[in-house]
């Protein structure tokens, strides 16, 4: 039932809507240079969820920094659509491990910030933020500010503050490890259910291979730094683990087998260093 | 101790309530010692120290009569008015100069070192070169304000800009904000808290100038009616003044602190739960 | 390049005061918008610099009054340490003392310490011993508030190490309180000495004969706007010498806790 790159199934045949093309990138110079990422190459294409692991200081998240635009990689490109993505914008909204949600506004204020700078017009944006809200079940805190909000729900708030933007891609950087093992749940669950409703192109890391094989429709995992994908992973698309929450899929024959297939990859390269 | 024995007789056990407890009985205690020593047994001569009731007649006198042209709220109103103005000027001009030097690094290069260099004058030492420009006026005094509140204001606004989680700046160009607006609308909130802090310091070192600047130059004011009472050897006008000022700067700062929470109304509830 | 970031920093600080020294001389010039009875010209402040070493200037050379400013400051400074420390020390540890001493300090802290001034010449006359008062109360309020905050802030833990390696009270207090309270202490040298200073120049401008405040407040009402804008450049000078004197102090004593300044 597992496939890997070689038995590809043609579902995705489409063009790579998110590409990364021989990504290098290094910080510091000389001696002191660290190479966190190290000429990896990565198609998303549209609609796919494709998930990133690999262990502690991989440089999952430096990738997905690169493919952000939030960082310049030091060779390689960053297509979108077959055009260089340039500086990062709403078409690759982000969802970061910790929050980001701007302290001095309001949830509802949060949400619409995107929507606000790219001049969506205002009866629209009030309809996309009642949308979300109900979505990500937080109408009764729209006034409130995060401060005041459990870690769940502000990154509720980060996700609809992504997802208003309708945007072409999503990108999500560990998004649950802030958070106790219950919320995660739940979150994961959510992020499950809207993927396969709205069909998003997502780019998830994590370092947790469970939550890959429970959300991904494809599984990257990265050597130790400096990172470079170490083999890829394709998991079928509709099965019915993927209908429930990541505990009733844990218990599926298929799930079991492909964690332990991704895990003893990842462990290779934890104790490889 | 005996005090404590006595004390949790009246039910003070708590820490704060027996500090609180202490504190009172003390200044109590000096007041007695003041009275004692003043008008009850007069040991000490009234050039040198006052007694009490002179005091609280002297605060009298000066509200009711008038003391070289105005009474005591004129001088006041005279005072705080020259402080506001400094103090206002500074911070236009102070949190503005202060965000740049965080936000526009070739602004900072250019002006940090003149900015530093200045630093080092003390307030007081612009009051002569404010009575060559402006005479004995308002502007001398606002001037001196000026200088003692305007760093405050440079430093916390630069280091609230400065110690902004880069995480923030990120999350604002991926949504779609341009350089100015991630300023304006998450740069600045999140530094507000420093820039208030700035604020505090700036309105307290302000407030300390503007005194200085009566007592040497000047025909109104607290500062002035202080200096009066020296030369006119009159120890009680000195303790009025002085007293009041007191009172005035502490006051000030307690509104301030209380406006903290109406102005930045997201700070209410900082701790963040995970989870 | 060889050259080190600090060092960078340092020709880059001094190329940026350059530019402005240009362009106070441009505004200032013969025929520009700034009359010198305003503000002097920087080579009208160099000439009036190097004249006051060798001639007097009411009375003492640029020395003498440096000299006069110094005694004073440093006398006060010394003392508000030598009453502040221990009395801080001490108001932290017995939280009792604290209880009956603090109060009263906070009565006394709302007032500027050179609203003193009149006071202290009624009482001690127009004499050293005034001006020394006011510098004292000025550098007393930081020595006491840092010496308290640097024993609040010593961790408990580390007591309690010294506790169960069988030292004393008075051990504890000298061998870890008082090292790791030390940078808070240099913390404290400094803002006394900034506090200090700019009381101890309006005490001269107030009350004195000598002295770079006296120097100011005299050529303010002569009009000698360059011999002032020279006691103002010298002011500033001193007091960036005293403070790079208590930060190499701080580098000798508490190696462990310079930190960089930041970067521009």
């Not at chain 1, 933020?129 to 502000?154: H, I, N, T």
């Not at chain 2, 009051?127 to 005094?141: C, D, E, K, N, R």
């Not at chain 3, 009208?44 to 190097?50: I, R, Y």
Request: charged share 15%.
């Amino acid at each position: 039932m597992i496939a890997t790159t070689e038995q590809l199934q043609p579902g995705h045949g489409k063009n790579a809507k998110l590409q990364l093309r021989n990504i290098t990138k290094q910080f510091g110079n000389g001696e002191q240079a660290v190479v966190a990422v190290d000429d990896c190459s990565l198609d998303i294409h549209e609609g796919e969820f494709v998930v990133v692991v690999g262990p502690s200081g991989c440089g999952k998240s430096t990738l997905m920094t690169v493919a952000a635009g939030l960082e310049e990689p030091t060779a390689g490109d960053v297509l979108l659509d077959g055009i260089p993505a340039g500086p990062p914008g709403p078409r690759r909204s982000v969802v970061f491990q910790k929050f980001a949600l701007f302290p001095s506004e309001t949830v509802q204020q949060n949400i619409k910030f995107g929507l606000q700078m790219t001049g969506v017009p205002a009866d629209e944006q009030e309809r996309r933020l009642a949308e979300q809200l109900k979505v990500m079940g937080l109408e009764q805190f729209r006034k409130a500010y995060p401060s005041e909000l459990s870690g769940g729900m502000q990154q509720r708030v980060a996700i609809a503050r992504a997802l208003v933007m309708q945007p072409e891609t999503l990108l999500m950087d560990e998004p649950f490890g802030a958070l106790d093992a219950q919320t995660r749940t739940i979150l994961q669950e959510q992020v499950q259910r809207l993927h396969r409703e709205q069909n998003y192109t997502v780019m998830f890391i994590t370092h947790s291979v469970e939550e890959a094989v429970y959300l991904g429709d494809r599984v990257i995992v990265m050597t130790k730094r400096p990172g470079k994908i170490k083999k890829e992973i394709q998991l079928p698309r509709d099965v019915v683990w993927k209908t429930g929450d990541i505990e009733q899929a844990a218990e599926h024959k298929d799930f079991i087998e492909a964690r332990r297939e991704i895990w003893a990859l990842v462990r290779e390269e934890i104790v490889a260093g | 101790m005996i005090i404590d024995t006595l004390l949790s007789h009246f039910g003070v056990t708590s820490n704060r309530a027996k500090a609180t407890a202490y504190g009172t009985i003390t200044l109590l205690t000096l007041l007695l010692v003041w009275i004692m020593s003043t008008s009850m047994f007069q040991l000490i001569e009234p050039r040198v120290l006052p007694s009490p009731s002179t005091v609280v007649s002297k605060y009298i006198q000066i509200i009711t009569e008038p003391f070289s042209g105005l009474t005591l709220d004129g001088h006041i109103y005279e005072s705080v008015r020259r402080w506001g103005w400094g103090v206002f000027f500074a911070m236009i001009i102070g949190i503005p100069v202060g965000v740049m030097f965080a936000w526009v690094p070739w602004f900072r290069t250019l002006t940090y070192p003149i900015f530093e260099l200045l630093h080092f004058i003390p307030p007081f030492a612009y009051i002569p070169l404010a009575v060559l420009w402006f005479g004995a006026s308002t502007a001398t005094q606002a001037m001196v304000v000026f200088v003692a509140a305007f760093p405050a204001f440079v430093i916390n606004s630069e280091l609230g800009v400065s110690q902004v989680d880069k995480i923030y700046v990120d999350a604002a160009r991926v949504f779609g904000a341009k350089r100015f607006a991630t300023l304006r609308r998450v740069v600045i909130p999140a530094a507000a808290p420093s820039i208030f802090q700035g604020l505090r310091i700036a309105i307290s070192n302000g407030w300390m100038a503007l005194v200085g600047a009566e007592l040497v130059v000047g025909k109104v004011g607290l500062g002035f009616m202080i200096s009066q009472g020296q030369e006119n050897a009159s120890v009680s006008t000195i303790f009025v003044g002085l007293i009041t000022i007191g009172v005035l700067g502490a006051v000030i700062d307690n509104i301030i602190q209380r406006s903290e929470r109406w102005i930045l109304p997201w700070r209410r509830n900082v701790t963040v739960n995970n989870g | 390049m060889l050259r080190s970031a600090s060092i960078n920093r340092f020709l880059l600080g001094i190329g940026a005061v350059g530019v402005w020294i240009v362009l106070w001389w441009w505004l200032t010039r013969p025929t520009g918008p700034v009359p010198s009875l305003y503000f002097p010209s920087p080579d009208a402040v160099w000439t009036k610099f190097v004249r006051m070493w060798t001639r007097p200037y009411i009375g003492s050379t640029l020395l003498e009054h440096i000299f006069s400013s110094l005694y004073i400051v440093l006398s006060g400074w010394t003392l508000g340490a030598l009453v502040g420390i221990p009395l801080g020390i001490v108001m932290a540890w017995w939280p009792k003392v604290k209880w009956i001493v603090f109060p009263v300090f906070q009565l006394i802290r709302p007032v500027p310490p050179l609203a003193w001034i009149p006071l202290t010449i009624l009482w001690l006359g127009i004499g050293d011993a005034a001006r020394m008062s006011v510098v004292f109360i000025a550098a007393l309020v930081p020595w006491l508030m840092n010496s308290m905050l640097a024993v609040y802030s010593i961790d408990k833990v580390l007591i309690d190490a010294g506790r169960t390696l069988g030292a004393n009270d008075r051990q504890i207090l000298t061998r870890i309180v008082c090292r790791t309270a030390l940078p808070t202490l240099v913390a404290a040298a400094r803002m006394a000495l900034g506090s200090a200073w700019s009381t101890l120049v309006a005490a001269e401008i107030l009350a004195a004969t000598a002295g770079l405040g006296y120097v100011t407040v005299n050529a303010s009402q002569l009009l000698d706007t360059d011999i002032l804008v020279v006691a103002m450049l010298t002011i500033g000078l001193l007091g960036i010498a005293m403070t790079a004197c208590i930060q190499m102090t701080q580098r000798f004593l508490a190696p462990w806790s310079v930190r960089q300044a930041p970067t521009s």
